[in-house]
């Protein structure tokens, strides 16, 4: 550590401080790729008593989660991580846990999905779980990754919102990649997230009580599932009531989406997660040759921040959405929800444009940045959207024949 | 030679109910007695931890019978979630954040459909890791809430409405019941018990005796089910009585792995059971299916005979 | 369009009945639609049924709130909340109940609107089958006979839906022979299509936030399930000749809902509000000091509730 309190770390290891500092009670864990690492640091810091906190290795996510969930049910702070396919084996268990109103911390270390199986990043695995009641904060820096986990509990467990959260960082982009991260303070933690001691949790002898009982019929399952989408709404204020007070604390302020040279952009790349990084370079670039581009960053996904969102695309000429995600049949997913919230806004950008990139944790190139930057200019001269434009580079096309010549072909 | 050391007479049954009616459970339910029967036992400082099944209709918003808590987990991770709550509640009692007095026995509810099958996997796990817990299998040989579908805890021979009976396979359902009871047995818990509802001194004996141990306690409740096996509901003593009496439906327990028969029957012919039962009467009609019954009938001989060694 | 709302207990038919008389309507040339609405599959919970009947195709959906015909196969579902048998009844609606009393005797202890006829369909079948169980084919008749349906195509639908269900032959064929006794013996009330009812919009209440401990499917009042009385489904109800009693404990040892409770001189006392007539202890009773009763309707189950 140096003086600042810096150190070289992870976006794995920065999870893994995230959930020490905020002094979670309790660990269901399960390995997987990339995420394992993070379970690995909270294993020996529970083992060496650096943690105060139960780990136990459970017999898969779907088991990890229903602990997990059970855990907070019962009262204790509780932090689990898994990635793609495990997330997905345990998602039903996260409709259950939001349906309990039981906070707890998921991180989430993004991995494409199966099949084909392959270990690199996009978000068809988080995005899997956008409709299930978690919250969703997605991180583009390792520090961003352990801060987010501080403000993900001090918001999962509001009593205006008590749902879960999910924190997202890309695998290997951030999981396997070490910067420099701040440290905050024990005590200032301490200041910053109460202890947990929700009302209507917490299993004891003197208040019996029975919980995600069933329902039967439709009233009483819309209202509980109505209640879970006003809590959700709820968090966009309590964000910001956050936000603020880790500012004042920390020094660093994140808010729901981030603008990243937005004030005079007339077109502008909206994305997420780590890969933003290198969208904020590529803006730089295209400003140093002329173009009046910008980029805003979705931080929070769920709940989706429409204000926020159309306030920073109001009147643009032209806007483009990166997914690092596909829909088969559809297209990219924050595409449509980017689309829908703009719909009714009367100053619209004219002109939307959907791309696709980097799936299976294929690189997102300075050129792809500029072809994007060039069809949305033009897209927006022409006034008519595009996409949805798969990134896929002419070098790259020629490989994938080569590859598929040396698996040979039917009849061959 | 087993002795009951607790409940010895009948009028030793507590009086206090702990699963109090007005639950939307079939009339006759041999689940549902067995489960009296032993929260008679563990009282109400317990939470139940419940898997997807017949029993999920206990709770139905805005009603629930226990005097102690519930939650509601998933098919597949009731024992999960156990260890979950069993967890938490010791890392609060150590924390200091939770009396001691608040203390809650953890048991999972599961059906055989969840038990045999799909929970396998978090039911491994959690005695694997030595949880400390009660599971209680309420064991009624079909996937019951769906309507009485195959489960891997249907008997040979037993027709549900996803093992009809046909010219090609006129003994219905082909496989034999799996043996849970001995999947649990190679885990090495402390203690397995099966329990039938006409042996109510028994059942309450082994919860009182299982009680002593710290770990996994595990239960397998014969639940005769007036509504899938086909027998009017006043009959559910009956057909239990008669499973242990023709020796298919073993009484005993498992004490650190080692077995007792906790009930020696004198095996009346296993046809005595199977004709009570509308799920075996194509073995009897229109033609009698004797292959099929001396099948079942041979499969308890040979466990009685390796019992008796 | 005809629209018929069937009531039952799960396991009493009701499902099947709406199917038979979909069926005898589909026979017969008329455009026909069934569908069953319960929750999980649970002998004795509140189950419905609708069969719609036209010469057009049909767009209706699902629930049938507006009924011209409402079957009911249990008295005691009339005022138990959740199964919502008034639901929608007016005076133009008619509504058969299966039970032993009168149409002038139901009049009298029920608020029940519509055009009423009673048979005791549960009684037919006791004499007839020799025991409890499902009274669909009965209930499909009766339905058929009210909508205007021949014998020949309910006793076809009868066939067809009873063959599907795994009944044998001869199980069938009893069946049909009683369902058509019914249909000859039920007093007929003649079922005519309302007209469309003039709707205003819905009136929408959004939900506002609510802490968790509402905001969720949490109960918090403990053992409250006793506040639900499952005294309805019962056919027979036990009860107790006191100098037959030995005292021995057994009924309550076997109860599995709890019902019984035994006095101080070890006699058991039977919560009838709660007794689901399993009979059980009748079964059990080493001394034949339970014995079975029909159950009687009207009084308790009746009045002010």
Redesign the interface.
């Known amino acids: 550590m140096n003086q600042t309190n810096q150190m070289m770390m992870t976006g794995n290891l920065a999870a893994a401080w995230g959930a020490r500092l905020a002094e979670a009670d309790y660990i269901p864990a399960f390995p997987i790729t990339p995420q394992t690492e993070i379970v690995e640091a909270l294993a020996k810091w529970c083992e060496s008593g650096a943690m105060a906190a139960r780990f136990v290795t459970m017999d898969s996510e779907h088991s990890m989660m229903t602990a997990a969930g059970a855990a907070a049910a019962t009262g204790a702070r509780v932090f689990t991580a898994t990635s793609s396919q495990g997330l997905l084996y345990a998602i039903e268990v996260l409709y259950s846990i939001s349906g309990w109103r039981a906070p707890l911390v998921l991180v989430n270390v993004s991995r494409a999905l199966a099949a084909p199986i392959t270990l690199e990043p996009d978000h068809n695995d988080v995005l899997a779980a956008r409709d299930s009641g978690f919250l969703q904060i997605h991180a583009e820096t390792c520090q961003e990754v352990l801060d987010s986990i501080l403000m993900a509990y001090r918001i999962a467990e509001d009593e205006r919102v008590m749902l879960p959260v999910i924190v997202n960082l890309d695998g290997f982009y951030l999981s396997f990649t070490r910067e420099p991260v701040i440290l905050p303070a024990p005590e200032q933690v301490a200041q910053f997230l109460p202890p947990f001691r929700p009302a209507h949790l917490g299993f004891k002898a003197s208040a019996p009580h029975a919980l995600g009982v069933a329902v039967l019929g439709g009233t009483p399952y819309s209202y509980f599932r109505h209640q879970m989408h006003l809590a959700a709404m709820n968090a966009l204020d309590v964000h910001s009531e956050t936000a603020a007070e880790f500012e004042r604390l920390f020094g660093r302020r994140y808010d729901v989406v981030e603008g990243y040279r937005l004030d005079d952009a007339e077109d502008v790349l909206v994305m997420s997660n780590a890969f933003a990084s290198r969208g904020k370079v590529a803006v730089d670039a295209a400003r140093a040759e002329g173009r009046r581009v910008g980029l805003l960053r979705l931080r929070m996904i769920r709940p989706w921040p429409a204000d926020a969102i159309r306030d920073a695309l109001r009147s643009r000429r032209a806007v483009a959405v990166l997914d690092q995600n596909l829909a088969p049949g559809q297209g990219g997913i924050l595409f449509q929800e980017v689309a829908a919230c703009l719909y009714g806004e009367a100053l619209r950008p004219r002109t939307l444009c959907s791309f696709i990139g980097g799936l299976g944790g294929k690189n997102l190139s300075e050129g792809e940045f500029r072809t994007i930057f060039e069809q949305t200019a033009e897209a927006g001269v022409r006034e008519t959207g595009i996409g949805p434009v798969l990134l896929y580079t002419e070098a790259e096309h020629r490989e994938m024949k080569q590859l598929q010549m040396l698996a040979g072909e039917l009849g061959s | 030679m087993w002795q009951r050391e607790t409940f010895k007479k009948i009028k030793q049954i507590p009086r206090e109910e702990h699963v109090l009616p007005g639950t939307s459970l079939c009339a006759g339910c041999g689940g549902l007695e067995s489960l009296r029967l032993a929260a008679k036992v563990l009282g109400d400082d317990v939470v139940y931890v419940n898997a997807a099944g017949c029993f999920t209709m206990l709770a139905t918003y805005p009603f629930t019978p226990f005097k102690g808590s519930w939650l509601y987990t998933t098919m597949a991770s009731a024992p999960a979630g156990a260890q979950g709550v069993r967890d938490a509640l010791d890392v609060l009692i150590a924390k200091g954040r939770l009396p001691r007095n608040e203390n809650l026995k953890v048991v999972v509810l599961g059906g055989d459909g969840s038990t045999y099958d799909m929970a396998l996997s978090s039911t491994s796990g959690a005695i694997y890791r030595g949880l400390d817990f009660y599971y209680f299998c309420y064991d009624n040989e079909a996937y019951g809430n769906t309507g009485m579908q195959l489960s891997a805890a249907t008997p040979y021979g037993a027709r549900t409405s996803t093992s009809p009976c046909s010219l090609q396979h006129p003994s219905a359902s082909m496989q034999d019941k799996k043996d849970i009871f001995e999947i649990w047995r190679a885990h090495k818990p402390p203690y397995i018990a099966t329990v039938a509802p006409r042996y109510p001194l028994d059942l309450e004996e082994k919860f009182a005796r299982a009680v002593k141990f710290t770990g996994p306690k595990l239960f397998l409740a014969l639940s005769a089910c007036p509504t899938g096996w086909l027998y009017d509901p006043g009959e559910t003593p009956e057909v239990a009585k008669l499973a242990v009496e023709t020796g298919l439906w073993p009484l005993k327990e498992a004490i650190n792995g080692a077995v007792i028969h906790t009930y020696i029957p004198k095996r009346k012919p296993v046809e005595d059971y199977l004709r009570l039962q509308g799920r075996f009467r194509h073995l009897f009609e229109p033609t009698r299916q004797d292959e099929a019954i001396r099948h079942i009938q041979e499969r308890v001989d040979t466990y009685w005979k390796l019992v008796s060694g | 369009m005809i629209a018929v709302r069937f009531h039952g207990r799960?396991?009493q038919g009701a499902k099947t009945a709406s199917r038979i008389l979909g069926t005898a309507a589909f026979l017969e040339g008329f455009v026909a639609q069934d569908s069953p609405i319960y929750?999980?599959?649970?002998?004795?919970?509140p189950v419905a049924a609708y069969t719609r009947i036209a010469r057009e195709p049909i767009r209706e959906r699902g629930l049938i709130v507006h009924p011209d015909l409402v079957v009911v196969a249990d008295a005691s579902l009339i005022p138990d909340p959740a199964a919502r048998v008034l639901e929608g009844i007016d005076e133009r609606t008619v509504v058969f109940i299966n039970s032993q009393m009168t149409s002038e005797q139901v009049h009298a202890q029920s608020f029940l609107p519509g055009r009423l006829t009673t048979l005791d369909l549960t009684d037919i079948a006791l004499q007839q089958f020799g025991?409890?169980g499902a009274i669909s084919a009965l209930l499909g008749a009766v339905a058929g006979r009210f909508v205007g349906l021949r014998q020949e195509s309910i006793r076809e639908a009868i066939a067809q839906e009873l063959a599907d269900l795994?009944l044998?032959a001869s199980v069938i064929e009893q069946n049909q022979d009683v369902a058509l006794q019914c249909y000859d013996a039920v007093s007929t009330v003649s079922v005519v299509a309302g007209a469309p009812q003039p709707v205003g919009p819905a009136k929408l209440q959004t939900?506002?936030?609510?802490?968790?401990?509402r905001?969720?499917?949490?109960?918090?009042?403990?053992?409250?399930?006793?506040?639900?009385?499952?005294g309805g489904?019962r056919t027979f109800r036990p009860v107790l000749l006191p100098d037959k009693c030995n005292g021995?404990?057994?009924c309550?040892?076997?109860?599995?809902?709890?019902?019984i409770?035994?006095s101080k001189d070890?006699k058991p006392v039977i919560?009838y509000d709660?007794c689901?007539?399993?009979?059980?202890c009748?079964?059990?009773c080493p001394t034949d000091a339970l014995v079975a009763e029909r159950e009687k309707e009207g009084g308790v189950a009746w009045t002010a509730r």
């Not at chain 3, 929750?39 to 919970?45: K, M, N, S, T, V």
């Not at chain 3, 689901?276 to 059980?280: A, L, T």
């Open positions: 799960g396991g929750g999980a599959e649970r002998r004795g919970a025991k409890r795994g044998s939900p506002i936030y609510e802490p968790p401990s905001g969720t499917a949490r109960i918090s009042a403990a053992a409250n399930s006793v506040l639900r009385e499952t489904w021995c404990w057994l309550f040892g076997y109860c599995p809902d709890g019902v409770s035994m070890d919560d709660h689901k007539g399993c009979q059980i009748v079964h059990e």
